[in-house]
Nanobody, 130 residues
Framework: QVQLVESGGGSVQAGGSLRLSCAVSGYRISISTNCIGWFRQAPGKEREGVASIYPGGGSPRYADSVKGRFTISQDNAKNTLYLQMNNLKPEDTGMYFC?????????????????????WGQGTQVTVSS
């Protein structure tokens, strides 16, 4: 049974930093064919892709709005995905979700959309105040 559990959200002031974690169970991210990434959803808005990566060895993909500020990474020993968020802005506020697609490699070429993923975590809230 695949499970994704996010943590690390919180409230920070603009310019601050947070690191989100996504603990993955049910499969090994480093040896399985999978795409894994982060999405966010602000109140009243659609869920949007933030970053994604092919854990087996691919360049990460980022939304233009977070390039240069956010970094996606993985710890294979802990089977965990991270999102380091620096220089946070109020518009980064939202619920952040970890998601995985266990059968494809599209993330080698593009960021990904909601419909690409078939496993989701419950989300962790990030609030950035000005």
């Amino acid at each position: 049974q695949v499970q994704l559990v996010e943590s690390g959200g919180g409230s920070v002031q603009a310019g601050g930093s947070l690191r989100l974690s996504c603990a993955v169970s049910g499969y090994r991210i480093s040896i399985s064919t999978n795409c894994i990434g982060w999405f966010r959803q602000a109140p009243g808005k659609e869920r949007e892709g933030v970053a994604s990566i092919y854990p087996g060895g691919g360049s990460p993909r980022y939304a233009d709005s977070v390039k240069g500020r956010f970094t996606i990474s993985q710890d294979n020993a802990k089977n965990t995905l991270y999102l380091q968020m620096n220089n946070l802005k109020p518009e980064d506020t939202g619920m952040y979700f970890c998601a995985a697609d266990l059968s494809r490699t599209w993330c080698l070429w593009r960021l990904g959309e909601v419909s690409d993923f078939n496993y989701w975590g419950q989300g962790t809230q990030v609030t950035v105040s000005s």
